[in-house]
């Protein structure tokens, strides 16, 4: 049963370069842990783009950034000291817990061109849990369990779901997939998960009966269910236990908003470490990003 759907939201990251913002959104502000969903793309990029089209050193607390890519790569560079390029069906998992800067360049796009085309998640961390130390891994391969079965070519981005599990470290029980799927194929949308949604990342499906073309996060109820493919598909699924009430105030995420507040005055006095090759350039505090708002989920 669908209980909402949501149209993805045009977004600038800071610099020129802008994305289609699904989560939060005012009707339903978390799926899960998920508290935030961006689809980038897809975007075709020329050699020798501007460097404003980067996302400039920025901070987090208190999430997980998931950054999964259909095509293009990305330059990952942290306060950690990792450096990681990102490729097409592969996952950087970057969890900032008491705090962590980083930033994404598009370095090959600058130098060759690209066409990028990807989703960046943000997963809430749970209570007891949002100011572990931050940490980042890298994931490809093994770490991303793939499977194939009647027109549909499925990867496990993360959690455990169609009886495998991903190789990142979760903090909440989710799952997170990527369903390729083909005219006429159908899949199952795991149960099991309290909160469940899919994605439509390119193409259009069937679901109760209703077609959805791409740019919608169609939000489920708990049971399991299926989805058809009315064209060739790219589509994610996503769920998980929610985690509570959590503010949001520019890229912070926390269940206190004294613990917001304090990282967002950390930030602007220069009291948060930039990544070593990106000291020179940052994006500030915006001068009015407003009041702590909070995600039900």
Avoid: C
């Avoid at 085309?117 to 849990?129: M, S």
């Avoid at 795991?190 to 077609?211: F, N, S």
């Avoid at 919608?216 to 989805?227: D, N, Q």
């Amino acid at each position: 049963m669908i209980e909402l759907v949501i149209e993805q939201r045009r977004r600038n990251l800071g610099g020129s370069f802008e994305v289609g913002r699904v989560l939060p959104f005012v009707k339903r502000r978390m799926v899960g842990p998920f508290i935030f969903f961006d689809h980038m793309g897809p975007l075709d990029l020329a050699p020798g783009i501007d460097r404003s089209v980067d996302v400039r050193p920025h901070p987090h607390i208190g999430l997980s950034t998931v950054t999964y890519l259909f095509s293009g790569q990305i330059m990952h560079r942290d306060s950690l000291g990792y450096e990681q390029a990102i490729q097409p069906r592969e996952v950087n998992w970057m969890t900032a817990g008491s705090g962590i800067t980083h930033s994404e360049r598009f370095e090959q796009a600058r130098a060759h061109g690209d066409h990028l085309h990807g989703i960046q998640a943000w997963v809430a961390l749970p209570d007891g849990q949002e100011e572990i130390a931050p940490s980042f891994s890298h994931h490809a391969g093994s770490d991303l369990p793939r499977w194939d079965e009647a027109g549909v070519t499925g990867h496990l981005i993360a959690g455990s779901a169609y009886g495998l599990t991903a190789g990142a470290e979760t903090h909440s029980p989710l799952f997170y997939a990527h369903l390729e799927m083909a005219p006429g194929a159908t899949a199952e949308i795991p149960g099991g998960y309290t909160e469940r949604a899919l994605y439509i990342a390119k193409g259009a499906v069937e679901l109760d009966g209703m077609r959805y073309e791409s740019g919608r996060m169609l939000v489920l109820g708990p049971a399991a269910s299926r989805v058809r493919a009315s064209e060739p598909s790219a589509v994610m699924v996503l769920g998980g236990e929610p985690v509570g009430q959590r503010f949001i105030y520019w890229n912070f995420v926390s269940s206190s908003k004294d613990r917001i507040e304090q990282a967002a005055s950390d930030w602007k006095a220069g009291r948060m470490k930039l990544p070593d090759a990106d000291n020179a350039e940052f994006i500030p505090l915006p001068d009015d990003p407003g009041t702590p708002a909070p995600a039900m989920s």
